[in-house]
């Protein structure tokens, strides 16, 4: 039976870089409490919800930022599902989102330069009663690669107790390299055998995270998420991608995700360029 413990909340460490570091280099992520201020998370929550009830995946009116399923379930892949993620692309503030102050402030600390805000940036959604769907353990360093130093953060869109399924992390997986995969159900559609390891006493964490919570992991930290097992409820969460601007990155991570659309595209109806192209003020180290 894997072993699994509560997060590590590392706020404390917020003012001194250099034991932030070394908590992200021994178990491999970080978790804040609050980091965020939940009015930016409540906006996105409620443009995502906006557009999930407009294709009549959730409920709107009173009821809208409840996150309550009325279609579905969908998964990445699925025909009806690229409507819906296409207009989350589109976005002007699912973009922006990854600049927060709070989130750059942290990053710039645990890489100690700049830090490179990767554009390929990621919103989820994961249906109730989907389970076979639920993300596998994995590592994104295959699915990203340039610099292993690089730190995804997981963020979801609200409260989102263990009964939703939030993300657990492997502590210690990012030791020991690149894991074999097979394939799997759930984002990705690749899973790694994690019983060796926990075998080996690796532990997960695990938790219920509260609105404004952040969680960052390297990028070879084996991770996965918990099934959504309420009976309506949608998890709704982002993924964005952090390195030092001197670090390499590769095109991939300059592109949309799934890079359906192109950036000029997604781009039309921004009120603002600021976050337009902003990696080419960047000397950047492509590869
Ligand atoms: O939110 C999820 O279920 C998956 C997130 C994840 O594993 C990732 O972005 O690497």
């Not at 927060?100 to 710039?108: G, K, N, V």
């Amino acid at each position: 039976m894997a072993r699994i413990e509560p997060f590590t909340v590392s706020n404390k460490l917020l003012d001194q870089p250099e034991h932030l570091q070394k908590q992200a280099q021994q178990d491999g992520y970080l978790y804040f409490k609050g980091l965020i201020d939940s009015d930016s998370i409540q906006n996105l929550r409620r443009y995502f919800l906006e557009i999930c009830h407009k294709h009549s995946w959730a409920q709107g009116g009173d009821t809208l930022m409840d996150g309550i399923r009325t279609g579905g379930p969908f998964m990445e892949g699925d025909e009806g599902y690229w409507p819906v993620l296409d207009e989350f692309q589109s976005l002007e503030s699912f973009h922006a989102f990854a600049h927060h102050p709070a989130i750059l402030d942290m990053c710039d600390k645990l890489f100690g330069e700049k830090t490179l805000v990767h554009p390929r940036n990621i919103g989820r959604i994961m249906f109730p009663e989907n389970t076979k769907y639920t993300t596998p353990a994995h590592q994104d360093f295959i699915h990203i690669r340039g610099t292993e130093e690089t730190f995804t953060a997981w963020i979801p869109l609200g409260d989102c107790p263990t009964n939703l399924g939030g993300l657990t992390v492997l502590v210690g997986s990012h030791r020991f390299g690149i894991y074999p995969v097979k394939p799997a159900f759930g984002a990705g559609g690749l899973g790694i055998d994690t019983e060796p390891l926990e075998a080996d006493g690796l532990h997960w964490v695990s938790g219920d995270y509260e609105i404004g919570d952040a969680m960052f992991f390297h990028s070879h930290a084996v991770h996965k998420a918990l099934p959504n097992q309420t009976s309506d409820k949608i998890r709704l969460s982002v993924d964005y991608r952090y390195q030092g601007c001197s670090q390499p990155v590769t095109e991939g991570s300059l592109l949309p995700h799934f890079n359906r659309m192109p950036w000029d595209e997604i781009y039309k109806g921004w009120k603002s360029k600021k976050y337009q192209y902003y990696w080419n003020d960047f000397e950047l180290n492509r590869v």
